[in-house]
């Protein structure tokens, strides 16, 4: 559907200023410089009040920045309304406008660039097929269900064939079965079309299934951007390690370090871990290691712990283990029928040598 | 966080939202906030410049001292009496399980003096109290009964604002019931000690505003005093009028009118300030839960009904005659059926007639335009600019409807805008007076829809312009027409103001139903409210058809004619 060849966008030290009630300027945004590679769906990760909605409606136009500059492609939009910068935008509440049916929601944006009828007819059949929708052109919003909603919110945004594409929450109103239908639903769109894409959420899981790349935002900044495999795996601070998935993060001091391995104290106890990265001996650090990676077994591994907790999850168990004065959360996939491991029992853990990330 | 943002949207500086805006600031300039300015001036200051001896002077007048504590005095009573028989009504009809046609026909009795000439109720008591009225002379066989005073203006004038009390406090009274009075019952108290311990003390507030609406409209009344308070009741509008009409004492009238300022704003501010701290009962916004009829204990519900039906019959009673006064000879004297008073009213009253319609007809569209414009610019807007367009539109509405035309009349008759006695300026007068209902509703309508659907339609590529003509006014449609309908009841029924602007060329039939009143032409009076009525039942009716055709069956809000 999308004829042109998808284009970037870039931010250079955006920054965007709120007044707060007070009269304080509170600064919500501070200067972001970001990329969006052409074709890409990238998205602005975070906790509420990260910025990542702002750094969005700002990329819309719907908010000026206080300063920096928008790119999108070669063009200079910073001053541009959102209604000459050829954006679709797909709303957290979806927007549709109540008082249009489903076919004139979605031929609005057709209709303000002067279409005739016939095209107009024809690309808004062929987009509510491909959201599979057709046959819903009589009905008013209020007679469809969310998930139907918000495949109109979609269809509108993208018929017009819009240069980026711009998503702000859209499945947080959905249930949770329907939302991992809808994010599959939504990046098949994004394949299909090619349109550059931004995308904003606050759950790790949607940003992991749906991104190329993700931005994981933190009080106005970018914390770290990668895909979902490089963040997951080498998270660059606690913070995006804590955001993205489980983490246990441990003090740690360096004994001795060389040769691609570094020999650390955690814990009371002594590990050797791969690392790039040389240290001097007496470096105190934090360790990251992921629950899943540590195993939890039969005493004598060489930590020992005490059971606080035990989750049964089907398909995973978790446990919260007291060793010394840590607390360390283990994850066991599939852990076998008659496990008898309770709270109050005593266990043998091993730390991974491999996966374990070393944070300043 | 969306709020209070300083990094402005481009929405806030395209150039049409300027151009509209700086159109409307010239339009405030010239109507709200220039002929208030005239008006102050020419009652500050005399050939030496600025003085107070003109208000000190007023004040020092016994007389007019007088006036100003009866205009007080009438008030409270009128304020008190309506604010009970509101309250009774919206009790009753929230409380009682009464039936849907019960309901119904207090809806109607509730809209009768909203939409009527200010004189009708007046004219009845008249018909009904006075030397030949039915009730004291054809009933009570009493001779030369005496109508003109305290008690009929106030009874006749809490019968005409009484609906702003039941309409204040019918949706308060709604939203207690259910959850809150259940709980109470539901920890053991009897319906006396609900009533008493959660009803009442969560209505307060509701009733402290109603009071006060009711307070500021009869402050404000011209009409009924001028009819029923006789000589021995002067109060300050009536005063004014007759400074002016009878003394030509322009000077006089515009100081007489100031009396009425202070009161009529600090009640004005008062209600204002109850209204936005409403009550506890209010901020969830649920008005689900209504009361199962569980309200009152049965010998009340009859009390209630009782009530409620001698209230219904006696304005119903007040009605019937009227109509019955227009369709014969001469009422008192002669009763035998003529349809002779419509001739008159349709020969010479049809300039009145005319003008009155072909002014109500083209204030209507500009007036509910502007109250969708400025109420979209006040929702819509942030900063300074937004809470003086909110101040300066209510300015005219909140004023005694005298202060207006007299600081108009002021203000047009003299270079460099000389406007008296066009239709220009009675149709300014209603428009900058009476959308502010407009401008509330479209508001409220705005606070509810969502931003995001303003900016669904910019991120398509509309402008300012095509987004509000497309999309907000659709959504606002209900506002709108909240606003035609009340400029077209007030442009066929008002007279406090534009009793000042009607000329040779532009008359009212309001204006014409007051001459005939002095001129004891009752019939004719009688059949020109009875038309008055009519229309303004006929094309409201015509209105809330429009609306529905007009809007999608789930934005339907009914809201033609009962505001205000």
Known sequence: MSAAAPVGITLRRVSAAFRSPEGAAVAAVRDVDLVVEPGELLTLLGPSGCGKTTTLRMIAGFQEPSSGEILIGERDVTRVPANRRDIGFVFQSYALFPHLTVFDNVAYGLRIRRKNSDEIRTRVTEVLALVGLGGFERRFPSELSGGQQQRVALARAIVIRPRVLLFDEPLSNLDAKLRVDMRTEIQRLQRTLGITTVYVTHDQEEAMAISDRIAVMKDGSVAQLGSAEELYRRPASSFVAGFLGRANLLPATVRESGGGNVTLEVAGTTITVVSAIAYAAGTKLNVMIRPERISIGPLGGPLDGEIVSRVYLGDKAEYVVRVGSATLQVIRADPPEGETLAPGMRVGLTLPREGVQLLP | ?564
């Not at chain 2, 507030?205 to 029923?228: E, H, K, R, V, Y």
């Not at chain 2, 000042?500 to 060329?505: P, Q």
């Not at chain 2, 001129?519 to 303004?536: K, N, Q, R, T, Y």
């Open chain 2, 1 to 564: 966080m969306a709020a209070a943002v300083t990094a402005r949207g481009p929405a806030q500086s395209d150039p049409f939202r300027v151009a509209v805006i700086v159109t409307l600031w010239l339009l405030l300039g010239l109507f709200v906030l220039y002929p208030l300015a005239c008006l102050l001036v020419r009652a500050f200051s005399d050939d030496g410049g600025f003085t107070l001896a003109p208000i000190v002077g007023a004040l020092g007048n016994p007389t007019h001292l007088r006036a100003l504590r009866n205009s007080l005095v009438l008030a409270t009573l009128v304020g008190m009496l309506g604010t009970a028989a509101g309250f009774l009504f919206a009790y009753t009809v929230e409380r009682t399980d009464m039936s849907r046609g019960a309901k119904r026909l207090i809806d109607l009795i509730v809209l009768l003096p909203l939409i009527s000439p200010p004189f009708t109720t007046s004219i009845g008591f008249v018909f009904s109290f006075g030397p030949r009225g039915l009730i004291t002379h054809d009933l009570l066989g009493m001779q030369n009964a005496q109508v003109y005073g305290w008690a009929s203006t106030t009874c006749a004038e809490a019968l005409t604002y009484f609906p702003l009390a039941f309409l204040a406090l019918r949706p308060l009274i709604a939203a207690i019931g259910g959850d809150l009075e259940e709980a109470a019952f539901s920890l053991g108290g009897s319906r006396w000690q609900v009533f008493r311990t959660v009803t009442l003390p969560l209505t307060t507030p509701g009733l402290g505003n109603a009071f006060l609406l009711i307070f500021a409209a009869s402050l404000a009344d011209f009409a009924t005093p001028l009819i029923l308070a006789g000589n021995n009741l002067p109060v300050l509008p009536t005063d004014a009028y007759l400074q002016i009409t009878g003394m030509f004492d322009l000077k006089g009238g515009a100081v007489l009118s100031l009396l009425l300022l202070v009161p009529a704003g600090l009640v004005f501010f008062a209600q204002r300030y109850l209204v936005e701290r409403r009550s506890y009962v209010t901020i969830t916004g649920k008005i689900g839960g209504r009361a199962h009829g569980a309200g009152a204990a049965p010998a009340v519900r009859w009390l209630l009904w009782a009530g409620c039906a001698a209230l219904t019959l006696f304005i119903l009673y007040l009605y019937a005659l009227l109509v019955y006064a227009s369709a014969v000879v001469a009422f008192g004297a002669n009763g035998t059926p003529t349809l002779d008073n419509y001739r008159v009213i349709f020969t010479e009253g049809i300039p009145a007639i005319q003008d009155t319609l072909i002014i109500a007809l083209i204030g209507m569209p500009l007036g509910g335009l502007y109250g969708v414009i400025v109420g979209y610019l006040i929702a819509r807007s942030r900063g300074i600019s937004r809470h003086m367009i909110e101040i300066v539109s209510m300015i005219n509405y909140a004023l005694p409807g005298t202060i207006v035309g007299i600081a108009y009349l002021i203000a047009f008759n003299d270079p460099p805008f000389v406007l008296t006695g066009t239709a220009t300026i009675i149709i300014a007068c209603y428009i900058f007076r009476y959308s502010p209902t407009g401008i509330r509703t479209t508001v409220a309508l705005l606070q509810q829809v969502d931003r995001s659907i303003e900016e669904a339609s910019f991120s398509l590529g509309a402008s300012t312009l095509r987004t509000f003509t497309s999309v907000t006014l659709p959504l606002i449609l209900p506002a709108f027409f909240a606003g035609l309908g009340t400029v077209f009841i007030r442009a066929m029924t008002a007279i406090s103001a534009t009793i000042f602007l009607v000329s040779i060329n532009w008359t009212l039939i309001t204006v014409r139903i007051l001459e005939n009143m002095t001129e004891v032409a009752l019939g004719p009076a009688a059949a020109f409210s009875v038309f008055v009525i009519v229309v303004v039942l006929a094309v409201t009716s015509l209105l809330n058809v429009a609306l529905s055709r007009m809007t999608t069956p789930t934005l339907r809000v009914s809201s033609v004619g009962t505001a205000p």
